[in-house]
C-alpha cells in the first residue's frame, strides 16, 4: 500500500514564521514539463542520434538554464558542467547545436551561432517559465 500524506506533511508552506513564501520558493526551484516533449521531432531525433544520454544532457541543461537569470547561461560554463555531469564538451555541443533545442547569443543579445556566441538560452523552457523573447537575457 501507498503511504499516505498527513496534514503535518503540508504545515511548513502554511507556517506564518517563513520567510520566503512558499509559491515563490515553489517557483525557483521547477519548471514545468510537457509530458508530450518526448512527441517533439527534436527531441526524437536527439534520442535517435544520442540515445538517453543526450536526453539526460538536454534536462540537465534545461535545469542548469533554470538556476540562471533570466534562464540564460554563459558558453565559457560548459566545460566545468561537462566535467560536473562526467560526459564530454562535445556531446554537450552536440546536444545544443545539432538538434535545434537550443538558441545562442552574442554580447548584444543577436542570435547568433555557437562560435560567436557568448551565452545560450533554450526557447522551450522560456515558453513553459513565462519569459518571452524580449524578455530574455
Not at 503511504?3 to 507556517?15: A, Q
Not at 514545468?32 to 543526450?54: F, H, P, Q, T, W
Not at 539526460?56 to 560536473?84: H, P, T
Amino acid at each position: 500500500s501507498f503511504p499516505t500524506r498527513r496534514s503535518s506533511d503540508l504545515e511548513i508552506f502554511n507556517r506564518s514564521d517563513t520567510h520566503i513564501h512558499p509559491n515563490a520558493m515553489i517557483n525557483d526551484q521547477y519548471f514545468r514539463l510537457e509530458a508530450n516533449v518526448m512527441s517533439d521531432d527534436r527531441i526524437y531525433a536527439l534520442v535517435e542520434e544520442l540515445g538517453m544520454k543526450g536526453f539526460g544532457i538536454y534536462m540537465a541543461l534545461l535545469i542548469e538554464l533554470r538556476q540562471k537569470d533570466n534562464y540564460v547561461c554563459a558558453i565559457s560554463s560548459l566545460k566545468s558542467l561537462a566535467r560536473k555531469w562526467c560526459v564530454s564538451l562535445k556531446t554537450i555541443d552536440r546536444v545544443l547545436q545539432e538538434f535545434g533545442l537550443f538558441c545562442f547569443s552574442d554580447a548584444n543579445d543577436a542570435c547568433t551561432v555557437i562560435d560567436d556566441a557568448s551565452s545560450f538560452y533554450s526557447p522551450y523552457l522560456n515558453k513553459v517559465g513565462g519569459i518571452g523573447e524580449t524578455e530574455k537575457g
